[in-house]
């Protein structure tokens, strides 16, 4: 049975995907896959790209916004009856979002990847 196949659209400045089970090195492959649980509810969604996921162009790296910028992320999702409790909502996301997405446990992404060829040039 074939393996299905996603595309994936990612910085070609990222680091190349670490092997399973090894420290994570920003490369952003796991949350360009799908969110993880906390980046459902941050997301709204349950596959394609994690929305609280962020570009650092100076690092040239991926990071999860809900570590890296929690009241911008939360500030696009909240509700506009709780938007002004952001600044305190994302203190504490900020707090409990590196153990919600297991910070610092390794790779846990299985998925190969594989570059997608260029397109043909047409003459």
Request: contains cysteine.
């Amino acid at each position: 049975m074939p393996v299905p196949t996603q595309h994936v659209l990612i910085f070609a400045d990222a680091p190349a995907k670490p092997a399973l089970g090894a420290p994570c090195n920003g490369c952003g492959v796991c949350c360009l896959l799908a969110p993880c649980p906390l980046g459902v509810l941050l997301s709204g969604h349950r596959q394609g790209p994690c929305r609280a996921l962020r570009w650092q162009a100076e690092a040239s790296l991926y990071r999860c916004g809900a570590i890296t910028a929690p009241q911008e992320v939360l500030a696009a999702r909240l509700p506009p009856w709780l938007k002004p409790s952001t600044s305190l909502l994302a203190v504490g996301l900020g707090r409990v979002a590196k153990r919600w997405v297991a910070a610092g446990v390794g790779c846990d992404c299985d998925a190969e990847l594989e570059p997608e060829s260029p397109p043909e040039q047409l003459h």
